[in-house]
């Protein structure tokens, strides 16, 4: 049994996330740990609850980072909002909404369920059809950025949908956040929940969330305490609250929230749609270079995420011994296919800091250089101009 | 609004957790991220379990730490091991056996309370008599190490009590791991969970838990499915099970996890009988300093807690008033009391990397200044002979 220090190899992080983190991100987590309750960490709660206020474009009140990974705050919304007995719409075209219909079902919900393909995004009109067929839903959820297949879903069309069939919003935007335009309040979302390790680049271990005053109030005044203790958002907001004192509900993961608060001021630094006008640029420079060589996109042009790149594997390829060399021989890590796409397609990502023109270079260079000499039927020496065209205009 | 990195004060944490962190721990967490599912990644996460499985005194093939905090640890305990229309023996004495209770009433499970006196320990004869009266229970809960009080129970007797009446023995061990003895398998634990802030010195964010061959039986054989898809154990040991092939449920707090890997490298090298004597020791030391100046332990002889030492405030003196000066003139964080404690006791925490010669020296003196400048009825010049006496040993 070894006990020695762990020393992590340095990867380039080009899967679903986590994604390279940055380097002043990586320095504010070793910064020396304060207490919970200290006057001088609450000033930065503050700060923080700011800053994710402007992260998701919200004025909403109740905006904190949940102490816990992004199910934890896909988890939160669920079972502060639903209750046993209530009826949800789950819209599920990948992955993440059939996780969705597992929180409705173990809060003791009915699922009614919209189901689009793999690949494609939420089709509004399945999700009127099933909310004139069920007139007694009290809450929609659907993912906007669907991270198992790079498909980014009009959140705005189907939060209105909702909204004129009285149902509530509720919002996955784990990979969206910080990546591509997501707007909670114009859009009106009720309740939305994200992950740091994407495109905000802070290591996993937070899931910022948000809700709006209408979901807020739902919270209140539920009839049933919320089944999880840990996630009862009537208590953690006497911790993440605005009142005059702050009580102790759990201890909050001091160094990881130095990391998020860093990864944030960067985010402010930079600006919302500088980022997102960064990461449909290089989306745009890795699919020149990818098409060039001949891989295909699993979603349509015009519904796929920048910050999410899913391609289809040459014919006769084997999906692990590709991404096998690639972390071996390059330290790069793309992501697999999840669920019915698994060793089908390869997941690129191009999230918050690791959304550079080097990236998208070194992964098609790579990429090439493993295919090419696994035998595959691929157009050699294309792609790095291709992508190289994009990034100089 | 603030748009700057945070830079904490250098404090030393001596309260109730999180407790100073050594800078090898720190230095850790900066290491560069990669992915949760990545071979070294994979490989760190096993010698993880081998640490914990030393810290715990366990061989238990079910241990692991949770992605979230100490509570969320607590949550996990009950969620998977109860079900609704259970009956569960929960000790209380003090903040956290109230907070097993709702645990267990927010599983739809029937608590069955056995009441302790703040700053006593759970006497084993109530707990004898409540098993006698129920003998449909099938948990008995209780707090080995009160973080509250810093009472001590002795967990061995509970726990054959416990099996006695054919009960499953959870145990919370947040604050006795790594300081006072606690020995999972030889006195028959069948579900424990601790936090990293405390005696490991870890940041905040994880919870170690173990789980016994029998209790991994009862979750694997519930009738209905666990409330949180989050915590649920068959789910999650999908990812840190020891299975062939490692499935995602959710992302790893990865940074957080070198940090806790340090932590414990640190706990094997020192060994742990020997970082329980230290707590004894320091903790002797700054007992002989506090009672020189004339404080008094909430919690008897003999049932105190080393890393944990509640005190009762000199008359007439304000709790936030020396709290503050000791923060804001010393750099020093010391605990205030919870619940019935409140206004009336401080904690002092000298746990894991703070549990040190110099910590008990500087608290003594530095408390010894405040009170003295706040006309406390103190003896003064005798709490640093006393302690130094100890330490001299």
């Given amino acids: ?40 960490f609450v000033e930065m709660m503050e700060e923080m609850k700011g800053l994710l206020q402007y992260a998701f474009q919200t004025r909403n009140e109740l905006t904190f980072p949940v102490s816990a990974p992004g199910s934890a705050g896909m988890e939160t919304c669920f079972v502060n909002l639903v209750e046993p007995g209530d009826k949800v719409i789950v819209c599920r075209n990948g992955v993440f909404g059939g996780r969705m219909k597992e929180n409705v079902e173990r809060c003791g919900a009915t699922p009614v369920m919209v ?43 189907l939060v209105e949908l909702a909204h004129a069939h009285d149902c509530l919003a509720l919002v996955d935007a784990v990979t969206s956040l910080g990546g591509s335009p997501l707007k909670v309040d114009e859009w009106g979302i009720d309740a939305v929940y994200s992950g740091t390790q994407k495109c905000l680049s802070a290591p996993p271990g937070l899931s910022p969330v948000s ?21 009862d958002l009537n208590l953690v907001m006497g911790y993440w609250g605005s009142g005059a004192k702050r009580a102790y509900h759990h201890t909050a993961p001091i160094n990881n ?19 997102w006008a960064r990461h449909e640029k290089h989306h745009q420079a890795l699919r020149a270079g990818l098409e060039a060589m001949g891989l295909s996109f699993v979603v349509k042009e015009g519904d796929r995420l920048p910050q999410l790149n899913a391609v289809t594997l040459p014919e006769g390829i084997d999906d692990a011994a590709v991404r096998g060399r690639l972390l071996r021989d390059f ?18 990502g191009l999230m918050g800091h ?31 101009p291709a992508a190289d065209k994009v990034l100089a205009d």
Wanted: glycine share 8%; hydrophobic share 45%.
């Fill in 115 to 157: 189901e689009d393909e793999w690949g494609k995004v939420v089709d509004p009109q399945k999700l009127e059809d099933a909310l004139k067929a069920n007139p007694d839903a009290k809450l929609v959820a659907f993912v906007h950025a669907e991270t198992s297949t790079g498909a980014q879903s009009d959140a705005r069309t």
């Fill in 331 to 348: 330290n790069l890590e793309i992501g697999a296919g999840l669920g019915a796409l698994a060793g089908k397609v390869w997941r690129i």
């Fill in 211 to 231: 809700f709006s005053e209408r979901a807020a109030e739902v919270i209140r005044n539920r009839k049933r305490k919320v089944q999880s203790w840990f996630l």
């Fill in 257 to 275: 929230l130095y990391g998020l608060h860093e990864a944030l001021v960067i985010l402010k630094e930079e600006g919302l749609e500088n980022a």
């Fill in 354 to 384: 690791a959304c550079n023109a080097r990236n998208v270079r070194y992964c098609l260079m790579a990429l090439e250089s493993v295919l090419a000499d696994l035998g595959a039927d691929i157009a050699t020496g294309v792609a790095l």
């Fill in 1 to 40: 049994m070894a006990e020695h220090s762990f020393h992590p190899p340095q990867r380039t992080l080009m899967g679903p996330g986590p994604s390279d983190v940055s380097p002043r991100v990586l320095e504010a987590l070793a910064r020396p740990t304060i207490g919970h309750l200290d006057p001088v």
